[in-house]
């Protein structure tokens, strides 16, 4: 059974940092994509960043490139999303996500339209808040 567990989130003023932690468990970390997801109150939930764990190659959305920092480690199977600078328009539950295709997370986090029968085979965490003060 695939396991995500995400740890590290919490309350910090704007200009903070936060390290968040994804552990998984249940299936071949290095033969799957990692990718981590937000969702504000009232919005439809983003793609922010993901890792192919095979190769260490990493995408994120525009508007955290240069801020937030996703990483992992094969040893522990754990992946980690560095969070610098944090804006209060940063505020969300943010997910820990699993895909066997790691076009399928690059393509959400790019914000291209996938079919739903796609989005079904992502693994989710069950979230960690995020909340940024002004």
């Known amino acids: 059974e695939v396991q995500l567990v995400e740890s590290g989130g919490g309350l910090v003023q704007a200009g903070g940092s936060l390290r968040l932690s994804c552990a998984a468990s249940?299936?071949?970390?290095?033969?799957?994509?990692i990718g981590w997801f937000r969702q504000a109150p009232g919005k439809e939930r983003e793609g922010v960043s993901c890792i192919t764990t095979s190769n260490g190659e990493t995408y994120y959305t525009d508007s955290v490139k240069g801020r937030f920092t996703i990483s992992s480690d094969s040893a522990k199977n754990m992946v980690y999303l560095q969070l610098n600078a944090l804006k209060p328009e940063d505020t969300a539950v943010y997910y820990c996500?699993?895909?066997?295709?790691?076009?399928?997370?690059?393509?959400?986090?790019?914000?291209?339209?996938?079919?739903?029968?796609?989005?079904?085979?992502?693994?989710w965490g069950q979230g960690t808040q995020v909340t940024v003060s002004s």
């Open positions: 249940g299936f071949a970390f290095e033969d799957w994509a």
């Open positions: 996500a699993a895909a066997f295709n790691p076009h399928l997370l690059r393509a959400l986090v790019a914000g291209v339209v996938v079919p739903h029968e796609s989005v079904q085979s992502i693994q």
